[in-house]
């Protein structure tokens, strides 16, 4: 099993920035991708930004590119997202998810294909 425990998150005006971060614990050598999804009240569960944790490749959701960077710090095996010019559009819970087991062709988006989730860490941005 892959444990995930996020850091981070706060409250922050518009344009601001802030840094999530999501530690994985366990049997990390099954993880094939790790993703950030954010949940706001009254929506749906959507997909932010994913990475494969081996490879180099990286996706984001068109609202948040240029914005918001993923990142992998190996040495501390710790993923981060840094999220940039902050809108409150941007508010919700932000989830650390991971896929293990079989690799798919790319970044998967649907929350449906991620076996392991974290806590969730609450950002708010007000306007």
């Known amino acids: 099993q892959v444990q995930l425990v996020e850091s981070g998150g706060g409250l922050v005006p518009a344009g601001g920035s802030l840094r999530v971060s999501c530690v994985p614990s366990?049997?990390?050598?099954?993880?094939?991708?790790i993703a950030w999804f954010r949940q706001a009240p009254g929506k749906e569960r959507e997909f932010v930004a994913g990475m494969d944790w081996i490879r180099t490749s990286r996706y984001y959701i068109e609202s948040v590119k240029g914005r918001f960077t993923i990142s992998k710090d190996n040495a501390s095996n710790t993923m981060y997202l840094q999220m940039n010019s902050l809108k409150p559009e941007d508010t919700a819970v932000y989830y650390c998810?991971?896929?293990?087991?079989?690799?798919?062709?790319?970044?998967?988006?649907?929350?449906?294909?991620?076996?392991?989730w974290g806590q969730g860490a609450q950002v708010t941005v007000s306007s």
């Open positions: 366990g049997r990390t050598f099954s993880i094939k991708f």
């Open positions: 998810a991971a896929v293990t087991g079989v690799r798919t062709s790319g970044v998967p988006a649907t929350a449906g294909l991620y076996t392991n």
